[in-house]
């Protein structure tokens, strides 16, 4: 168990719906990344956030949102949702801004219909 | 660009047998390494890491990596494999201003008994 939480494990939804997926990150780390796993792209970076505000942005599309809290959870909103958005969407956290161990969450697995 | 090469897609050993997993990064400055660990349907373990020093480290399980700087490569070993160690493995190396995670495609690794 890295300390690093995610819900909801599993989510199905529809195309051209929204969904939230939610990560906790391990005590006293500050920066949350998110990380998408799909079979044709691999594992993709997101996006990170440290301390509440965004660090650093990868591949992620427009219709993708993400926010962390003051508590430090993080939220990762998915919008107008298509079929190759189905994946495995990691989160995972470390202590500082970046350079450093990242521990990542379960996951949540989205499928699209 | 940075980039990371892992150049077998699947391999199998028998249970007892050594094991190595190769992995090439491309990256200008001195890297930070990982191999990480993904059983099926769990999130990923992290395994070991470089960031500067002696080459070898150590990793959990059993596992070690040796850094070749000549070579740009970081492979993964164990000198015994247990049934247990049947998973993706994944060799990532941090890079860009937030410490972003780039993944190489992964190696499977099945268990002969």
């Known amino acids: 168990d890295s300390g690093v939480t995610q819900t909801p494990k599993h989510l199905i939804t529809a195309t051209g719906q929204r969904v939230t997926l939610r990560c906790s990150p391990r005590s006293g780390d500050l920066s949350v990344y998110w990380y998408q796993q799909s079979l044709d792209q691999g594992l993709q970076f997101l996006i990170q956030?440290?301390?509440?505000?965004?660090?650093a942005k990868g591949n992620i599309l427009e219709r993708f949102s993400a926010q962390q809290f003051p508590d430090l959870h993080s939220e990762l909103n998915l919008s107008s949702l298509e079929l190759g958005d189905s994946a495995l969407y990691f989160c995972?956290?470390?202590?500082?801004?970046?350079?450093?161990?990242?521990?990542f969450g379960p996951g949540t697995r989205l499928t699209v219909t | 660009a940075q980039s990371v090469t892992q150049p077998d897609i699947h391999i199998t050993v028998s249970e007892g047998a050594s094991l190595e997993l190769r992995c090439n990064y491309s990256?200008?400055?001195?890297?930070?390494l990982f191999w990480y660990v993904q059983s099926p349907g769990q999130g990923l373990q992290l395994l070991l890491k470089?960031?500067?020093?002696?080459?070898l480290v150590q990793g959990i399980k059993g596992f070690e990596a040796e850094f070749k700087r000549s070579q740009s490569s970081f492979n993964l070993r164990k000198p015994s494999v247990h049934w247990s160690d049947a998973a993706e493995y994944f060799c990532?190396?941090?890079?860009?201003?937030?410490?972003?995670?780039?993944f190489g495609q992964g190696t499977e690794l099945s268990v002969k008994p």
């Open positions: 990532a190396v941090e890079a860009g201003q937030g410490g972003k995670l780039i």
């Open positions: 990256y200008g400055a001195t890297p930070y």
């Open positions: 995972a956290s470390s202590v500082g801004r970046g350079w450093d161990e990242q521990y």
């Open positions: 470089y960031f500067s020093g002696d080459t």
């Open positions: 956030y440290y301390n509440g505000e965004e660090r």
